[in-house]
């Protein structure tokens, strides 16, 4: 394996004194690669996503981003190179999709900079490929689950960020939506993308990981390949019921 | 900013231009509706009434209205919640308290009732933020906004204790008259202190309106953009205390500017910073000088300002309300 993206050894964190979210986590995740982040609810998905962020800093361990250990980076720097599609998030004013993507060029944008027609041609461009381009005039408010969700997708592309973390991206999502999403992380990779998503549902990441985390009350249970992680004795530990693993026309079915 | 939104932003500048021209002019001096242009340049009297009366209180209308709707749409993107008014966080609160204390023992001299409210707006401000920073519950925003409610209900108490402890036949009508905000005692000399704090905060501000659309952001989504969000929100939200705090002292309550005017700006243009602030500058200081206009050329005594933007304004904020946005 090349450089990991992210290296991760001895990770311990909380957000209150001797209640520690997650537990002494080690592992490497792939450059570009799709990595899932699996586990039940409740167990530390999004915290370890906003960890890898930088948003927090952790209690014991280290965290390595492209070689180099996250704390090092400015704050301009680490922008540049990890971009978050946050879960739907309010957006108490009616700003139009175009102004809204737009904000994903601040990292490259000064204090007191305005954007530029370049940096508004570059939001033309990503609402153009993700074809979405019929939004732009749009206020975010009014689009549903599955239009917001590219909106934010399109706004972490607009950043040129080589990391993509993604916190539960199809989780309210029907089916249409949830499957347009995955196909579009499936393809990041080989646009040069690194991306990380979690997930409650096994059967998004068994359709387009590369590698796979299970974490269950803050530990972390197995990290590997699909093949290795989606295993009946695995999955119904982590998930606390028995569950069944199947293969059906190539894809991995669990019931 | 698209284009239909520079072209009603042009638009309303030269209205803006125009109404300040005429408000020079309209007055009761020498006879209801005011001087003719002529009248300058003959009447030593008139020129002397416009550059040392007249010119000051536009000024002043101007900044006011200005700095209010600026720092009202300043604190709502900050707070992320668009019921925000620049008054907020214990600086309208604190600012009355001040004044009436000024009146009360401190000689009730214009100058004295000034420094008196600037200095309790920040003393209403610095209670706020220290009291949000030792509270044990909620985020940021919702610290802020409780510890803001609590401050400005504690300096209310002193302001009621104050008036009940005021003379009621000079003291008492003198906060009263304050309370109801008004420009009548406006001059060079205490318009020039309230001009060198607002403007810089007002200039930054408005070079900072693009970093303004960010902070809208929750607080994970800003700060991976690059964005610090608490210490900008700070930031940012100190400037436009200090210019409320400026404008305050010199004009008194004036309220439903810094809530109405945002809204209005932002129904027109959109809620991109970058268009909405310029537009809420302009909107805010025209509205407030039209008003001030009527305070004092509609009847031969002065209407209080604060009643009139109020009247207005809530007005206005209904009608908006009531018509359906365009999507």
Redesign the interface.
Known sequence: MNTPAYRVRGLTFGYRPSRAVLKDLNFDLPAQAVTAVLGPNATGKSTLLHLLLGLWSAWEGSIHLLGKPLSAYTQAARSRLVALVPQREHVPFAFRVREYVLLGRSPYLGLLAQPTEDDQAQVEGVLRRLGIASLADRQVASLSGGEHQMVLVARALVQNAPVLLLDEPTAHLDLGNKRRILHLLRDLPAAGHTVVFTTHDPQAAAHVADYILMLRGGRLLFAGPPAEALTPARLSTLYDVPLQVTRFQGQTVIF | MTRRGRRLLAGLSVGLALLAAGSLLWGRYPAPPGLTPWALWRDPLAWQLVWKLRLPRLLAALTTGGVLAVAGLTMQ?VF???LVEPGFLGVSPGAAFGAALGILYLGASPWAVQLSATVFAFVGLGLTYGLARRLRYGGWILRMVLAGLAVSALLSAGLGLLKYLADPLTQLPEIVFWLLGGLWGTRWSNLLPVLLLSLPALALLW?????L??L???E??A??????PAR?RAGVLALAVVATAAVVSLAGMIGWVGLMVPHLA?RLV???A?AALPTALVLGSGFTLLCDDLARGLVGGEIPLGILTSLLGAAAFLLLLSSA?K?
Do not use: I
């Open positions: 993107m992320r919640n668009p070079a900072l309106r693009w970093r659309n960010l809208t952001l929750s994970n989504a700060f991976a953009l690059g964005a610090a900008e932002r959109g809620a991109d970058r946005p999507t």
